[in-house]
């Protein structure tokens, strides 16, 4: 069975409908990318997959790893090894990134059944991860994204991906307002934890991430539904054409 | 309660020594307030003529004065005659004879908090002996304190042993006029704290009313008064974690604190009163005067308070900063729920030169509680170079609740710079999705958020004090996002 699998999915939000029947499987070790104009819903299945009370599923089924996924509260579904990479990551004042994220390590240790990390190892972790994808090690210290620029809020969400370790990893727009070294330091860090037991979906308005991270496959999504799918050549003929062509055939 | 009770502990092991309080006669006056009433507290108490004369003063001033109308608070008139104004401790047949006899919430509470059975039953009321134990402890501190030329002892005691030190200071940061409820205290008070620190001394250790807790009875009407000399520091610490049951409605304390040239006042209070039932009813009315003076130059009086209990709040914990390049600070997290309401902030009155306030509010608010943040920041004409700075935030842990925020600002000086910061956000939905989809569970994410929002008060609590603070507020919100 695919790592994870979509059916017919339907969601809305304050009874607008804005997710109609998305079809979409992930395998282990794959990386697929998701394009869509804005407003089409790229956000609404990010968070959808990870569990926002506000949306309200009305249709269609959810498997990872073989666990209905719709069935499980947003923390277990972390826990289980699903993450999210936010657009729009908030800020929790007073809170140290570094207390933040141990928190967060440890109960999904906890609920695997795995040692909880002593503050040494976890120091020594979160340096090493902190190196690996090139975020300051002072951020450790801030307040949770408490004052980051952009820039330095998406190093962030790469950086816990780094330190969480989930199975398959939802990156929304983790390439929007980032310079091109910020950009490829990004992608950089995803490709070092592209593995064959890891899934990446890439959420993303521009075809240029795709030139870092390669996709096994693409997705155009629009009003709700995947209107087209293919392999990286996708990505390619869409920044030609833009998304024109693609409303034609899904009106 | 961690670090304290191991030396309670220790300490109450020990047999009973010399007493703390004096002999506790046992008599109840009728509800009621005249002036016999206070001739007799006064001859009870065997105070010299000059404590009556002022008390007596005080009442007939009190008797002129009308009822404050103007905090955001509602509650039913106050039948003054209706109070008893003097009560020896209740006779021990008529306490609770177990834990069993009180609410089990109160008990669970307690339980979480970690708080030993022992002090349990003290904070309960329960009909124990031990709890005059507890006296043995702040005995044992005294004499170290002694040492050192500082005075802490109940303000009964001081009265009797340092009269021309009383007479000199009380009333002359709050006096008797000020306000209502000030008012009816001087001339009512039974008991509270005095606090002496002579000049050049560093007290060697926090002092906390908490190993008074014996006095708790007469904490009704409680008067404290701090005074640091020349160069001298002291911290204090009023109150304690665990919620304190207490069948006087109305409290209507008073705390002066003095600080004479390049002298420290730090007084840090966790208030944790009783805040009634569901409804709100039965709830203590804490209705508190808390004023410091800065006297001297360079002098600084830091007030830290984490207010989670009562049913009504009504305090204004204030500097007033006479001398030059005095400091004044006021840090605070109030907490309202259930039908809690509070009208809290403080006032920072800059007369000195190079003065300087700092004022950090944050008030958290679930269920139908509300909350409002009032604060006056007065720079007078002479007050040169004065600075402040005000920073009040509010967290909305509901849809019922509410926040509102008076800020006051008088500035009569041209010189003066005053910088001020308000924020009022819903706890956020999103941040506890995004604690969420870390792994973290509600739970955990809301006392997460909840003290991380509230980091730069705790921080300025004494360490051991924070912690307890920390899971006072972990227990005190649970259940409350929504
Ligand atoms: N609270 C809401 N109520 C109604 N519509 C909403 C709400 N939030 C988002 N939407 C709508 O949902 C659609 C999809 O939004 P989103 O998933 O964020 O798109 P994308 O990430 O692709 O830009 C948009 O048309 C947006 O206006
Ligand atoms: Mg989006």
């Known amino acids: 069975m695919a790592l994870l699998e979509i059916r017919n999915l339907h969601a809305q939000i304050q009874g607008v409908e804005i997710l109609k029947g998305i079809d979409l499987a992930i395998e282990r070790g794959e990386t697929h990318a998701i394009m869509g104009p804005n407003g ?19 249709g269609g089924e959810v498997y990872f790893q073989d666990r209905n996924l719709l069935e499980l509260a947003p923390e277990d579904r972390a826990r289980e090894g699903v993450f999210l990479g936010f657009q729009y990551p908030v800020e929790i004042p ?5 207390y933040f994220l141990k928190a967060a390590l440890n109960a999904i240790r906890k609920y695997r059944g795995e040692q909880e990390l002593d503050a040494m190892e976890f120091l020594q972790l979160i340096k090493e991860r902190a190196k690996s994808v090139k975020l300051d090690e002072a951020l450790l210290r801030r307040p949770v994204n408490d ?9 962030n969400e790469i950086f816990q991906l780094a330190v969480l370790e989930p199975y398959l990893a939802i990156l929304d727009e983790t390439d929007s307002g980032l310079d091109i070294d910020a950009l490829r330091t990004v992608a950089d860090g995803v490709n070092s934890l ?20 390669i996709p096994d496959k693409v997705h155009v999504l629009l009003h709700g539904r995947i209107v087209k799918s293919g392999g990286k050549e996708l990505a390619e003929e869409l920044e030609e054409s833009g998304y024109a062509l693609f409303e034609e055939a899904a009106a | 309660m961690s670090a304290t009770t191991k030396t309670l502990e220790e300490l109450t092991n020990r047999k009973y020594e010399a007493g703390f309080i004096t002999d506790i006669e046992q008599d109840t006056v009728p509800p009621g307030l005249d002036e016999d009433i206070i001739r007799f507290i006064s001859e009870k108490k065997a105070e010299p003529e000059w404590m009556l004369e002022w008390r007596l003063k005080a009442y007939r001033n009190w008797l002129q004065m009308p009822v404050p109308q103007w905090a955001n608070v509602y509650y039913p008139p106050i039948d003054f005659q209706a109070i008893s104004y003097y009560s020896a401790p209740k006779r021990k047949e008529d306490m609770p004879q177990s834990l069993d006899e009180i609410d089990p919430k109160l008990k669970e509470t307690y339980d979480r908090l970690g708080i030993p ?14 709890v005059f134990d507890s006296v043995s402890v702040a005995t044992s501190y005294k004499a170290k304190l002694r040492e050192k030329g500082i005075i802490f002892c109940s303000m009964s005691e001081a009265i009797q042993e340092h009269p021309e030190l009383v007479r000199k200071y009380l009333g002359s940061v709050v006096p008797y006029t000020d306000n209502y409820y000030a008012g009816l205290n001087s001339a009512v008070f039974t008991d509270g704290s005095f606090v002496f620190i002579p000049k050049g001394v560093r007290c060697p250790m926090e002092l906390s009313t908490y190993f008074r807790i014996n006095a708790a009875n007469t904490g009704q009407f409680e008067r404290t008064l701090i005074i640091a000399e020349e160069g001298s520091h002291v911290s204090y610490l009023e109150g304690c974690t665990a919620p304190v049951r207490d069948e006087n409605q109305l409290h209507a304390a008073v705390v002066e604190l003095i600080a004479l040239d390049d002298a420290q006042v730090k007084y840090s209070t966790v208030q944790n009163w009783y805040p009634g039932d569901e409804e709100g ?15 001297g130059n360079n002098s600084k009086i830091s007030w830290t308070q984490v207010e989670t209990g009562s049913a009504i709040t009504w305090k204004y914990p204030s500097c007033v900063l006479r001398g030059d390049n005095s400091v004044g600070e006021f840090y605070s997290v109030a907490v309202t729920r259930g039908r809690q309401q509070a009208d809290t ?8 030169k190079n003065t300087r306030s700092t004022i950090v509010s944050k008030g958290i608010s679930a269920g139908h509680g509300q909350q409002s943040y009032r604060g006056l920041v007065r720079i007078t004409p002479k007050a040169e170079n004065a600075r402040n700075y005000s920073q009040c935030d509010s967290m909305l842990m509901s849809a019922t609740c509410g926040a509102h925020t008076f800020p006051y600002i008088d500035v009569q000086n041209p010189t003066a710079q005053l910088e001020h910061e308000a924020t009022t956000s819903k706890i956020g939905e999103e941040q506890i999705l995004y604690c969420n989809q870390r792994g973290i569970a509600t739970e955990d994410a809301v006392s997460l958020i909840v003290n991380g929002f509230c980091k730069e008060v705790f921080r300025t609590l004494p360490m051991e004090f924070a912690v307890e603070a920390q899971k006072l507020m972990e227990i005190t919100l649970e259940d409350s996002v929504g």
């Not at chain 1, 980051?148 to 998406?154: I, N, T, V």
């Open chain 1, 147 to 155: 004052g980051f620029s952009g820039g330095e809020k998406k190093r």
């Open chain 2, 345 to 352: 902030g403080t006032k920072m009155i800059h007369m000195g």
């Open chain 1, 40 to 58: 089409s819903g790229k956000s609404t299945l990010a968070k959808v997959l990870a569990g926002d009370p506000s949306y309200e599923v009305t």
């Open chain 2, 281 to 295: 009813r039965g709830g203590v009315y804490n209705f508190v005067t808390k004023r410091g003076l800065c006297a």
């Open chain 2, 117 to 130: 059975l022992h002090e349990q039953e003290m904070l309960a009321g329960v009909a124990v002996d031990a």
């Open chain 1, 94 to 98: 007073g809170v140290s990134n570094t």
């Open chain 1, 194 to 213: 592209r593995s064959e037991e890891r899934g990446f979906l890439v959420i993303t308005h521009y075809q240029r991430l795709l030139n870092y991270i």
